[in-house]
Each structure stands twice: as C-alpha cells, then as structure tokens.
C-alpha cells in the first residue's frame, strides 16, 4: 500500500457538498487514496480521521465565506494530536467577501496551511500539488 | 413431545426453563442457587430436582445453557482514537455479552500494563488503526500487552497491515493469540460481527473451562455463550422475525441490576427529523451498552452522582440527609429490601434515574449548527425517539408493583437534544424468557419466536399498559 491517503471535507458549518463529491471523484481518479468525510467536518474530525488512517495530508474545503475562523488554530491542533508536519492544503471560497488573494493567502499560511487554493481552482491544479509535495511520480 | 432445556448460570441464581418444541410452550420454570465455587452442577441438579417435581418427567433433547457465573466474560479494550476505534472496540465487546471492564485510547502506559495485570481481563483485545492506516500505536501497545507477565487471550481485530507483525510479537509471550478482521476498516465503518465471533469462540473453548464451569459438560450440550449475548440473540429474533411470521420491529431493552444496568437497542436509529446529519462512526443496528455506574444497590450511589440530590429531592420530596443515608444503606446491603415510606420512595427514584441515565448513554445526541442556509441538525449515535417498544428486565423491577410509573416517569426527558425514546409501549421479562430464548433460537427458531411473540407481542395488551 503505497498509495499517499488524503482527508478531505469542508469544514465547519458549510453545507456545499457538490465541490466535495467532485474533488473526491478527481483525487480518487489520480491513485489517492482518500478518506472523505463530506461536508460539516470538525477540526477534531478532520484530526481523528488522520491519525486512525495514517494520512499523509489534509485537505480543506471552504465555500460559505467562514473558512477564516473554521481554519484557525487548525496545524496547532495537529501539531498536538501528534501529526506533526502533515501536508495542510485549504481551497475554496475561504474569506468574506472579495480580497486580494495574495493577501489572503498570507494570512492562511501564516495559521500554517501548506497551500492554499482561491476559487475557480481546478482539481487538476490540486492534484498536482499533492503529487508535488507527497512525491508521487 | 420434543422437550429441551435452557439453562441461565447467572451471578446469584441458576434459572432453568423446559420447553416443549412441538406446542410450543413453556412447560415449567425452577431456579436455584448458583454454585460457581464449588461444583456449578450441584445448584443446576437442585433446579433439576425442582423442575421434575413441578412438571415432570422429562427426557431433555437438548440441554442449552448460557452463564454470567463467575463474574461473567471480563474484556479489556484497546484502541486508538477515543471516538473511533476504541470506541469501536466497545461497541464489539459489549455486542459480545462482555463487560468491558476498562477501555483504553492511544498507546498503552506501563502503568496501563500494571493496571491490566490486576484487572486480570479474560480477553484482551488490541483494536486501532484503519486498514492500511496507522500501525505505531497497534505495535507498541501489542509490546506492552505480550509484556505483561499472565495468560489471558488475545483478539488483534486492528489495521490489517499490522495484524501479522501484532500476532509475531505476542506469540513468544503467555497469552494465546486470536485475529479478526478490523472493527474499523475504513474511518467510521464498524465491522464488529468477526471479531464478536472470535470472541464467542474463546468464550467457549477457554473461558468456560477456566471458570470451572466445564464440569457441567456432562450434564449439558455444553454453554453456548454469555448470558447478556442470549438476551441479544432473543431480541434479535423477535425483533426481526422469521421468513414464516413477523418479528415486532425495533425494540430497546433494558436490565436495570444491583450493580450496573445494560440497555440492548435492535433499531437503526436514523435520523427522523428534517435536515438532520449524521456524524461520526455509525453505529450497529443491533447494540449493548452497559452501564457499570448504574444499578439499584451497589450502583445507587452512581445513580445519585449522575443526576444529582437536587433531582432525587424533587422526585421523592425527601430531604438531602434521608436520601444519602438511603443510598449509603443500600449500596453497603446489596440484599436490602425497601422497609419504610422513605426508602420505597428511594427505590422508585433509583429506578427511574438509572433507566433514565442509561437510555440517555446509549442513546444518541442531537446539536443545532447555524449554516448560511438556515439551522442543520447534527446527529451522533442512534435516534431512538420513534421507538415504540420497550423490555425491561431485572429483579429489582420485576418484583416493584411500581412498574408502569417507573417506566412512565423514566422516559420523561427534558433535553430535547437527547434522543431517547419517548412512548413506549413496556413488556417486563418475568420469566427471563428472552435468554432463554435467544438460546433457543439457534435449535428451535420457530418454537423459539412463537413463545417470544407469545410473551411480548400481545396487541391487545399493548393497547392497556400504554
């Protein structure tokens, strides 16, 4: 089983669930194995669900806008439940309103997060980041 | 007339039931004192002696016997995260009839190891990881079980990839090792059904002859199982029914003891309200809990903790000094009788506390979500609201002339948001005729659902003790 594992949910009160079935389609499609836990995903779920399965990242959805406060404290956690280091990617439509992106994506990476996806990104952009980072050929 | 015998060794009485398949019909009932001791065949041939009497003679087919003699199956659990695998490794222990005497999260301490020795479990089962997830925890904590100097079994139903490396590093150790299949294998997908078989397997081939209660293997086709897996195997068919009659659907049961109360659910427990979703690691139609807090006697002082004097004061208008010298009585004399108006008052708040604790335990939870799109609900564990049936069984109940106020009185619940059931139409088991027939059931399915429809499916009855 060399197959990188991937969680994957959107998180917090967010409802969107079709972003997720396709990104779940898509990941799956390009030999990941992932563990997806469908919308209105906890930090604490999104951290259980790594460590049972051994994941080598997690994968964070955001559409309604509260992706900011969902996300904080996110890689603490991590780092305290024992994944240290583990790949942390947020995408999706994850601030209020419309902000230049280069600053939101400081702002995430700064709360720890690997890489982050603004909207309208494709899965394929994704998938090649994964294979990037998790050295997949 | 084709005659079989049902036995149940319980803790304190060895209760025996006569049936003849061909009516079907209960032909006799006898209880005698349980000898777990000395010679466990010495109160069964009392129970024997008092069932001829009664109805006899007979000439037995079949003699089927179940126990929680001697302390009944004792387990400790083992997994990784709290809400998933060793809660997992729970949810198979207790489906199995075990009492689940400590359950661990994450890898095991040494002082965990020193805690083990003096539980002295009779299984062990190490659980956690999914399959092809994580393995460290598995692997250490099986360091520190093939560490600990006694024999008791082993069952490793954790990540597969870890299961061979599991059975290498205990195998030079004293405890036998047994493998099952991952009780998770993927995230919040239970699989308990074979790893509750393996543990059905080393109940019988070692548990019952450790306890000494293989002397009886003469008098008997040998114990099948635990006693409180009886209890399941009756509800199960009742419930569901055979492909000739139907069974009476979901159903929940509870035996409220002296010392701990289990609570038996045979229901999906879907969500029943609109935009509602469920969380977490789905739970098995067919599910046992036990609380070991919970009970009329010893467990009344875990029954006054859990909900408190102030509640107890409403329920009985007694005082907080009258009430905790009741309880302190009770828990001390297990054997104790209500004697005054006080203490009945006291018996009947236990009884409601306790039912109502534990169905609240094993019940599910609801919680409200503010989404952009309106209030979600989020279920964890079974809705059981829409269950209309209810068992209850246990001395201290049966023998109350209280029951319909009990029952009546311990569903009420105030916390909307616990997802216990409502209205129930009661049965109580006086006869302990589901364990009975839960045995029965694996020889005489028929016979076995005829004479539980017969004891707890009466629809004109329903209708009166609503």
């Known amino acids: 089983m060399d197959r990188k594992t991937i969680i994957l949910g959107v998180i917090g009160a967010d409802v969107h669930a079709v972003g997720n079935q396709i990104l779940n389609y898509a990941f799956t499609d390009a030999g990941f194995h992932v563990v997806n836990l469908g919308v209105m995903v906890s930090q604490e779920e999104f951290i259980e669900a790594a460590i049972e399965s051994a994941a080598d990242a997690i994968v964070v959805s955001s559409l309604y806008g509260h992706g900011e406060l969902d996300c904080q404290g996110l890689r603490d956690k991590c780092d305290e439940a024992g994944l240290k280091g583990i790949l942390l990617y947020v995408g999706g439509n994850i601030v209020v309103g419309k902000q230049p992106f280069d600053q939101v994506e400081e702002r995430f990476r700064q709360m720890g997060f690997d890489r982050i996806f603004g909207p309208g990104t494709s899965p394929e952009e994704g998938i090649q980041a994964l294979k990037e980072d998790l050295g997949v050929a | 007339m084709r005659q079989v015998l049902l036995i149940d060794f319980g803790s304190t009485y060895t209760k025996l039931t006569a049936v003849d398949l061909d009516a079907p019909r209960v032909v006799a009932t006898a209880q005698a004192r349980t000898t777990a001791d000395s010679d466990i065949s010495t109160g069964l041939n009392e129970g024997l002696a008092l069932l001829e009497k009664e109805a006899g003679p007979f000439r037995f087919e079949a003699r089927l016997a179940c126990s929680s003699a001697a302390g009944g199956l004792n387990m400790v659990a083992s997994g990784l995260v709290p809400s998933l695998t060793a809660k997992a490794a729970k949810l198979a222990a207790f489906g199995a009839g075990a009492k689940v005497i400590q359950s661990y999260a994450y890898q095991l301490t040494r002082e965990d190891a020193e805690e083990i ?45 870890a299961r061979e490396e599991c059975a290498e590093i205990l195998s030079p150790s004293p405890h036998p090792v047994f493998c099952a299949d991952n009780v998770m294998p993927e995230m919040n997908r239970l699989v308990i059904e074979p790893v509750q078989q393996v543990i059905r397997q080393v109940f019988l081939e070692r548990i019952i002859s450790a306890k000494g209660l293989s002397e009886t293997q003469t008098l008997l086709d040998g114990i099948l199982m635990p006693t409180p897996s009886a209890v399941l195997e009756g509800l199960k068919l009742l419930a569901g029914g055979s492909n000739k009659r139907a069974g009476l659907g979901d159903l929940v049961a509870v035996d409220l003891g002296g010392a701990t109360t289990d609570v038996y659910s045979i229901a999906d427990g879907f969500p029943t309200r609109a935009n509602t979703m469920l969380k977490g690691l789905a739970e098995p139609r067919v599910k046992r809990t036990v609380e070991g807090d919970i009970g009329m006697r010893f467990g009344a002082r875990g029954v006054l903790e859990a909900v408190g004097e102030e509640a107890f004061g409403r329920l009985t208008g007694l005082s907080d000094d009258i009430i905790e010298q009741v309880v302190a009585k009770y828990g001390a004399h297990p054997e104790a009788l209500p004697t005054n108006p006080d203490e009945e008052k006291v018996d009947f708040a236990l009884a409601v506390f306790a039912l109502r604790t534990a169905l609240a335990r094993h019940a599910g939870t609801l919680e409200k979500v503010y989404t952009p799109v309106g209030p979600m609900y989020q279920q964890t564990g079974k809705d059981l609201t829409c269950s209309r049936r209810l068992i209850v069984t246990g001395g201290a109940l049966i023998y109350t002339g209280q029951l319909g106020n009990i029952i009546r009185e311990a569903l009420v619940q105030d916390d909307p948001w616990v997802l216990t059931p409502r209205e129930m139409l009661w049965r109580c088991d006086q006869g302990y005729i589901l364990s009975a027939m839960g045995l029965l059931s694996g020889y005489g399915r028929d016979a076995a659902l005829e004479l539980l429809l017969g004891a707890f499916g009466k629809e004109e009855e329903d209708a009166a003790c609503k």
Do not use: K
């Open chain 2, 117 to 161: 020795a003096e539980i002295r479990p009779d299984i062990l089962l190490l659980t956690g990881g999914t399959d092809g997830g994580n393995q460290e925890t598995i692997l250490h904590n099986a360091r520190r079980v093939a560490g600990i100097p006694l024999s008791f079994p082993v069952i490793v139903a954790g990540n597969r990839s």
